[in-house]
C-alpha cells in the first residue's frame, strides 16, 4: 500500500523556523511532482508550494521568500523549510504526489493526512 506521511509540524514563535517532511512509502515507481497544501481554520486549502521530478520548484506569493521546497527522489522524501513564520501561516499542512506510477495500476494522485503548523503572535 503506498501513502504518503507528513512530520514536523509544532507550535512555534512568529520568527521561527520549521522543516516539514513528507515521507513516500510503498512500492513506487515515480511520482511527477510533490507539493505542500495547507489549509487554515474556516479557509479553503490553498497549494503552498510544489517541486517537479526534475527539481523545478514554484511558490505562492505568501510564502516566497521564506519557504523552500526540497526533494530526495532516492528516498521518495519532500521537505519544506519554513523560515521567518508568521501567525497567518497557522494552519494543517499537507503533503500531496502528483501522478504517482505504481505497481498497481494506473497513475493517481495521493494525500497525506497533515501535520499542524502553529505559529504564535
Known amino acids: 500500500q503506498v501513502q504518503l506521511v507528513e512530520s514536523g509540524g509544532a507550535l512555534v514563535q512568529a520568527g521561527g523556523s520549521l522543516r516539514l517532511s513528507c515521507a513516500a512509502s510503498?512500492?513506487?515507481?515515480?511520482?511527477?511532482?510533490a507539493n505542500w497544501y495547507r489549509q487554515a481554520p474556516g479557509k479553503q486549502r490553498e497549494r503552498v508550494a510544489t517541486?517537479?521530478?526534475?527539481?523545478?520548484?514554484d511558490y505562492a506569493e505568501s510564502v516566497k521568500g521564506r519557504f523552500t521546497i526540497s526533494r530526495d527522489n532516492a528516498k521518495n522524501m519532500v521537505y519544506l523549510q519554513m523560515n521567518s513564520l508568521k501567525p497567518e501561516d497557522t494552519a494543517d499542512y499537507y503533503c500531496?504526489?502528483?501522478?504517482?506510477?505504481?505497481?498497481?495500476?494506473?497513475?493517481?494522485?495521493?494525500w497525506g493526512q497533515g501535520t499542524q503548523v502553529t505559529v504564535s503572535s
Open positions: 517541486i517537479t521530478w526534475g527539481g523545478s520548484t
Open positions: 500531496k504526489a502528483d501522478r504517482v506510477a505504481t505497481p498497481y495500476g494506473p497513475r493517481y494522485d495521493l
Open positions: 510503498g512500492s513506487i515507481f515515480s511520482i511527477d511532482a
